[in-house]
C-alpha cells in the first residue's frame, strides 16, 4: 500500500448531497505520494464532484477531508484567460518581478513544446496547444498535487493519445501525485498505478495496475486488465448492441462508457 | 440558356485575368451619395425647389466657407466639444463608479440598481426646465444635461459586463490562488471590457444629441445656438452647415472609440463579418 502517512490526499467518510439527491456517499480514498491515481466512471457518476472536493473548489461535502494545500488543477476545458499573452497565462497568480515570471513560464512552456507559442493570443491556439498551456500553467506553480479532470475529453483522438504520452512523461519527471480523472477506460490503463472504479456515487471496485511503462495496449496484462474494467462497468466487449451502437474500433478509442449509458 | 451562362461568366473571367480596369469600391460606394447631391443643386439652381426651405450644396458649402473665415464655426464647435468632453467625463466617470459597485457586490447592486432603473425611465431631456430653475442659466445645466444622459448607457454596460463573466473563469482564478483584487484586475475587469467600450460608444451619441438641445436654450454660443440664431434670420444654409457639422463629429468620435477598441480588445478574434 502507499505511505498514507505522507500522502496529499485522505478522504474518509466523504458524501455530498444537492437537496435531496446523494451524488456521493462514503468515500474513502487515499492517495500515496508521488502516485497516479485515476478515477474512471461513467457520466454522472459523481467523478467530477469528487475531483471539485478534493480540489477545494466545493465546500459542501460532509466527512473527514485532508489534502494538499500546494495543489493545481488542468480543468476539462483550458480556461486560458483570452486578454493575456500565452505566457501571462502560464504564471497567473503568481507574484513576483516580471522578467523573471516570463523566465519561469518559458521553462514551462519548453517542457510541453510550445515554447514558440509563449507571445501568442489563447484564442489563436487549437484546442490541443490551449490544453498543453493549462498543463504547463499547472506545473510551474511547482505542485505537490496535480489535478486533471477530464483534461482530454475534448481533444480529437491523435492528439489525446500525444497529450496522454506527454503527461505520463512530466508526472514521471516531476515525481507528481497525480489524481486524474476520466471516462476512457484506455486513458486510465495508460496512465495509471491504480483506477478507481466510481459507480452511482461509490467506490464500487480498485484495480491495481502492475503493467510495465511505457505501456503497450497490444500487452496481454493490458488486455484482460482492460476487459475487466469494462466488465465492472457494465460493458462486455463482445456486447452485440454496444457494437451495433457504435464501430468497435471507434468506441474502443473514444467513449466506451458513453456506450455502456446508451446500451443500458 | 446554358450559352448564356457560359458567356458571361467567361468574360467576367476574362477581365480578372486581363486586369481590366475596375471602378474601386470607394469611388462605387459615392456614386449616389453625390448623385443626390448633384440632384439637389441642379434642382436648386433651377428654381424647381425652393432655396429658402431646402438651400443648396453650394450655398451651404458658402456659409460653411464663411463662418469658417469668420472664426464663428470654429469657436462655436470648440465650446460644443468642451460641453460634451465635460459633461461626458462625469457621467462617464460617475457611470463606470457605478456600474462597478453594483456590479461587483451584491450589496451594490441592492442598493444603486433599483434607483438607476428608476431614473433612467425618465425622459431626461424632458428635465431641462427644472434643471434651469436649479442650476441658473450657466454652463452648469447643459454639462449636467449631458452628464446625465452619458452616464446610463455606461452604467448599464458596465454592469451587465460585469455579471455576464463566465463562472468557470472565476473558478479558475479561485482555484490558482487570486485574491479578490487580482480576481477583479485580471479576470472581471478585463472580461467586462467589451461592454464597457459598447456603453462608451452610446454614451458619446448621446453626448452630441444632448448638446443639440441644451445648446438650444437660452445659449449665447455653441453650435446649437448657431442653429438658434440661423433660424432667427431663417438662413437655411447655416442649419443645414451645422447638421453636417454634427454629422461630421458623430462619425470622428464613433471612429475614436473604434480604434480604441482594435486596441485594447486585439486579443479578440471574433467574427469580422462575411
Known sequence: MPNLASSGVALRNVSRTFGTRRVLSDIDLEIGEGEFLVIVGASGCGKSTLLKIIAGLDRGAEGEIRIEENRSIVFQDSRLLPWKLVWENVVLGLRGNRAELRRRALAALDEVNLLARADAWPLTLSGGEAQRVAIARALVRTPKLLLLDEPFAALDALTRLKMQQQVAALVEQHRLTTLFVTHDVDEALLLADRILLVEAGRIARTFDVGLNRPRNRADAGFISLRRELLEGLGVSEEDGFAAAAQPPKQSRQTRPLEVAVAAE | MSLATVSTSSSAADQSAAGTWQVPRFVRRLIVPVSLLVIWQVLASYGIINRRFSSSPVDIIAALWKLAVNGQLFDSLWISLVRAFLGLALGGSLGLLAGLVAGLSRLGEDALDSTIQAIRTLP??????????????GETPRILLVALGTFFPIYLNVFKGIRGVEERLIELGRSYGLNRWE??????????????????????GIAWLVLVIAEQINATSGLGWLIIK??????TSVIMMVLAVYALIGILADAIVRL???RALRWQRSFQGA
Do not use: H, K, M
Not at chain 2, 431626461?124 to 442659466?137: A, E, N, R, S, T
Not at chain 2, 477583479?184 to 452610446?202: K, M, S, W
Open chain 2, 230 to 235: 440661423a433660424s432667427e434670420l431663417a438662413q
Open chain 2, 260 to 262: 480604441i477598441e482594435t
Open chain 2, 124 to 137: 431626461f431631456l424632458g428635465l431641462v426646465p427644472l434643471f434651469i430653475l436649479w442650476f441658473g442659466l
Open chain 2, 183 to 204: 480576481l477583479i484586475r485580471d479576470i472581471i475587469l478585463p472580461a467586462a471590457l467589451p461592454n464597457a467600450l459598447v456603453g462608451l460608444r452610446y454614451s458619446l
